[in-house]
C-alpha cells in the first residue's frame, strides 16, 4: 500500500512539473521566443536564435531555383548529390530532407511556434498541431534566405503538382495494391 503511494505521489509530480514547463514554454512563445527544437539548413541556433550561415544558405536557395525551374524532390537530390554538396549531417540527400525545406516557412524570415506538442506527460508522444493548441507567428525575426513570394510560389506549385497526380481517374490494381 506504501508503495502504491509513492507511486501516485510520483506520477503527480511528475504532472506538475509537466504542466509548469507547458506554461514556461507558452509564455515564451508569446514572446516569440523558441524553445528546443535544431536549426534548419541555412541557420545556426545561439542564444534560441537563428543566425544565417550564408554557405547553407546558398544551398537552400539552390533548392528553391531547382523546383521553380522543374524539377522534383528526386531530381533535386540527385543534382545536389551529383555536384558534390552533402547535407550538413554528412548524409546523402533524401525526398524528404528536400520536401522539409522547400515546405519550411522559417526561411521567409518569419518564425511560426508551436508547430508541434506532447500528447501527455506519459506517453510524450510528438504530434503536429492542427489546431489544438495556438500557433504564434514571429515576423521578420531573422534573416530570410528567400521571399515571402518564392515561398509561396514554390508551394502553389507543389499543391498543383500534387493535385494533378491524385486526379489520375485510372486506378492501377495490383496483386498486392492496399
Known amino acids: 500500500m506504501i ?34 527544437g535544431k536549426p534548419c539548413l541555412g541557420y545556426k541556433l545561439e542564444n534560441k536564435r537563428l543566425i544565417l550561415v550564408p554557405e547553407e ?20 537530390c ?22 522539409w525545406i522547400l515546405t519550411n516557412y522559417n526561411y521567409t524570415g518569419d518564425l511560426i511556434l508551436q508547430k508541434t506538442y506532447r500528447e501527455n506527460h506519459l506517453t510524450k508522444k510528438k504530434k503536429v498541431n492542427t489546431g489544438e493548441f495556438n ?8 534573416d530570410p534566405i528567400i521571399s515571402k513570394e518564392l515561398f509561396n510560389q514554390t508551394q502553389k506549385i507543389r499543391q498543383s503538382r500534387f493535385n494533378k497526380i491524385n486526379s489520375d481517374p485510372v486506378r492501377r490494381n495490383y496483386t498486392f495494391s492496399g
Not at 57 to 76: F, H, M, P, S, T
Not at 135 to 142: L, R, S
Open 78 to 99: 540527385k543534382l545536389l548529390d551529383s555536384r558534390g554538396i552533402v547535407l550538413n549531417t554528412g548524409n546523402r540527400w533524401g525526398w524528404s530532407s528536400i520536401k
Open 57 to 76: 544558405a546558398k544551398i537552400v536557395r539552390l533548392i528553391y531555383q531547382l523546383y521553380i525551374d522543374g524539377n522534383g524532390d528526386e531530381q533535386i
Open 135 to 142: 500557433q504564434y507567428i514571429v515576423k521578420e525575426d531573422h
Open 3 to 36: 508503495l502504491t503511494f509513492l507511486a501516485t505521489f510520483a506520477q503527480e509530480e511528475s504532472r506538475s512539473v509537466s504542466e509548469n514547463m507547458k506554461w514556461r514554454i507558452n509564455k515564451d512563445f508569446e514572446q516569440g521566443i523558441m524553445w528546443g
